[in-house]
């Protein structure tokens, strides 16, 4: 069974700029999360999905961050425009109907 | 008070010895508790579930105290390969711990 892909795997940017994240989940897992892991930190929820509805997007910092899953398979999730403070793991995971999430490895953001 | 909290590490523990961490919460409606491990650069993987009666999985332990709202995970026997940062997560809305960084040595 292929796992939570996610591309791209690293990314360089300046601030200010745009930058976006694709996650493709397990195929049939409804549930789908974007985390924020700065290092040294454990991973921060920053959206959840239930099909392509949102479920709690309570911790997304709205005036720079966006995220959708139109289709309710593929995510995508968005930096405009990116911080500093901003650099960090971005992490997908997936869940079907157990308490099990299965993450993607990850995209790591720079920005310089 | 954050929402979930962790043991500060790192632990550093000798192979064969025994150690536990604790992860206390604050939400006291809190329903589902879980352990999930990390490797270095590598994503958190489920470790175990933490039910009420508290579970054994192997030399992995995990206990619930609702009443002072923590959770714990014993490792007996430790291995070089549980070196890794160990992770509570409460509720379903998923809120991660910061994590407690374990290192086991020759």
């Known amino acids: 069974e292929a796992g939570v892909a996610q591309s791209p795997r690293y990314k360089i940017i300046e601030k200010r700029q745009s930058v976006a994240f694709w996650c493709n989940p397990i195929?049939?897992?409804?549930?789908l999360y974007w985390y924020q892991q700065i290092l040294g930190q454990g991973p921060k929820l920053l959206i959840q999905?239930?099909?392509?509805?949102?479920?709690?997007d309570s911790q997304l910092p709205k005036d720079r961050f966006s995220a959708e899953r139109l289709k309710g398979v593929d995510s995508t999730l968005k930096i405009q425009p990116a911080k500093l403070e901003d650099s960090a793991v971005y992490l997908c995971a997936s869940r079907f109907r157990g308490p099990e999430q299965y993450f993607g490895p990850g995209t790591r953001l720079t920005v310089t | 008070r954050k929402e979930v909290e962790q043991d500060p590490g790192p632990f550093n523990v000798p192979e064969g010895a025994t150690v536990a961490f604790n992860c206390t919460y604050s939400?006291?409606?809190?329903?589902?508790f879980f352990w999930y491990r990390q490797d270095c650069r590598k994503e958190p993987k489920l470790l175990m579930s933490v039910y009420s009666s508290g579970n054994e999985d192997g030399r992995f332990t995990a206990q619930l105290n609702r009443a002072s709202q923590y959770i714990s995970l014993l490792i007996r026997d430790s291995k070089l390969s549980d070196s890794a940062t160990y992770l509570c997560?409460?509720?379903?809305?998923?809120?991660f711990g910061a994590g407690t960084r374990l290192t086991v040595k020759p």
């Open positions: 997560v409460v509720n379903n809305d998923m809120r």
């Open positions: 195929s049939g897992h409804a549930t």
């Open positions: 999905f239930q099909n392509n509805g949102v479920v709690d």
């Open positions: 939400n006291s409606a809190s329903q589902s």
